[in-house]
């Protein structure tokens, strides 16, 4: 583009057909923005290959769709945070033992009381003290549990037991 100095360029859709452009005035105040076709004989397109090769514009988009990917991402981590659907165990105790109570004396529907209790049983072993405990009893019964409560107070005797 007369003119203008090439800032960046990287292709904008899946199929690699149409390339998004952006030019910088000589002054370095104006940004134009241009989409070519990526089309062997168009002017536009023969003109930016002059100013950035292929290989560069397949890398430009790899970038540009990872920032993308990780800017998209931040944004629904804060969205969930501030509507309280996620916690930052590091920086909010609180609100993480606020969501444990919540898990444990929440009435659950027998599918969703399915769920939790696999999950949470498979947790309860991934703790070191159980998972290296060899009281059997103790472990059959957080296996035998049926009820986040009650697997619950078989891995706490089970763990008291193994500290004691």
């Not at 969930?80 to 444990?100: E, I």
Request: glycine letters at 4%; hydrophobic letters at 35%; aromatic letters at 10%.
């Amino acid at each position: 583009m007369q003119g203008y100095n090439l800032l960046t360029a990287h292709f904008s859709n899946n199929e690699r057909t149409t390339v998004e452009v952006y030019w910088c005035d000589d002054k370095g105040g104006n940004i134009q923005v241009e989409y070519t076709e990526a089309k062997e004989g168009d002017a536009a397109w023969e003109e930016l290959l002059t100013h950035i090769t292929i290989d560069q514009l397949h890398e430009n988009t790899y970038k540009h769709i990872r920032e993308q990917n990780d800017a998209f991402e931040k944004q629904v981590i804060q969205v969930a945070k501030k509507r309280g659907l996620v916690y930052d165990t590091n920086t909010d105790r609180g609100a993480a033992l606020k969501v444990a109570a919540d898990t444990l004396f929440r009435e659950h529907s027998e599918a969703e009381l399915k769920e939790y209790l696999f999950t949470y049983k498979l947790n309860l072993f991934e703790n070191e003290v159980i998972k290296n405990s060899k009281d059997r009893t103790g472990k059959a019964a957080i296996r035998k549990a049926t009820s986040i409560i009650e697997a619950t107070m078989a891995a706490c005797a089970l763990y008291q037991k193994e500290l004691h």
